[in-house]
């Protein structure tokens, strides 16, 4: 038996571009309605300014809906090749519109401030990511990868 990930997403939708300024804080980069059920939003990002002589430091990458930051916020790091950060916290969003959100570190500021600029593209997809369990009352589970037998777990008390 072959075990796959429960993965499934939607197609690559470009939010924005953005140039940030050295006054930029928290910015929005742009708004994106997620899919129906979809627990989990994948972010793209990819550096259009150049990488050198110094890599960029990280940025605060969020989606923000009227109810807050429902699947959290992660550091990502700005990336000529790109790279792809997941927000998700293992449950849909209240709400499936937002924005996407991007917050420069101060590191990034000083430089853009001394006339480099920092230049990125921000693409998105959504969909749901599973733990595994058919069981929509088991959020995770333990299986064995060569037969997918379920794994015998053990408490140990150290008291």
């Given at each position: 038996?072959?075990?796959?990930?429960?993965?499934?997403?939607?197609?690559?939708?470009?939010?924005?571009?953005?140039?940030?300024?050295?006054d930029d804080?928290?910015?929005?980069?742009?708004?994106?309605?997620?899919?129906?059920?979809?627990?989990?939003?994948?972010?793209?990002?990819?550096?259009?300014?150049?990488?050198?002589?110094?890599?960029?430091?990280?940025?605060?990458?969020?989606?923000?809906?009227?109810?807050?930051?429902?699947?959290?916020?992660?550091?990502?790091?700005?990336?000529?090749?790109?790279?792809?950060?997941?927000?998700?916290?293992?449950?849909?969003?209240?709400?499936?519109?937002?924005?996407?959100?991007?917050?420069?570190?101060?590191?990034?500021?000083?430089?853009?401030?001394?006339?480099?600029?920092?230049?990125?593209?921000?693409?998105?997809?959504?969909?749901?990511?599973?733990?595994?369990?058919?069981?929509?009352?088991?959020?995770?589970?333990?299986?064995?990868?060569?037969?997918?037998?379920?794994?015998q777990l053990?408490?140990?008390?150290?008291?």
């Amino acid at each position: 038996m072959t075990l796959k990930p429960d993965l499934r997403f939607s197609n690559w939708s470009v939010v924005g571009t953005r140039t940030f300024a050295p006054d930029d804080l928290n910015e929005v980069v742009g708004s994106f309605v997620m899919d129906q059920d979809a627990d989990t939003l994948w972010t793209r990002i990819t550096l259009l300014s150049p990488a050198t002589p110094w890599p960029w430091s990280y940025g605060i990458l969020g989606f923000k809906t009227t109810s807050g930051y429902e699947l959290g916020s992660v550091k990502a790091y700005p990336e000529v090749d790109s790279e792809v950060f997941r927000l998700g916290v293992g449950r849909p969003p209240s709400e499936r519109s937002g924005v996407l959100t991007f917050e420069p570190r101060s590191f990034n500021l000083a430089w853009i401030r001394n006339g480099y600029p920092m230049s990125l593209k921000f693409e998105c997809a959504s969909g749901v990511t599973g733990g595994g369990s058919a069981d929509p009352f088991v959020v995770n589970s333990f299986v064995r990868a060569s037969d997918g037998s379920g794994l015998q777990l053990v408490q140990v008390d150290f008291s």
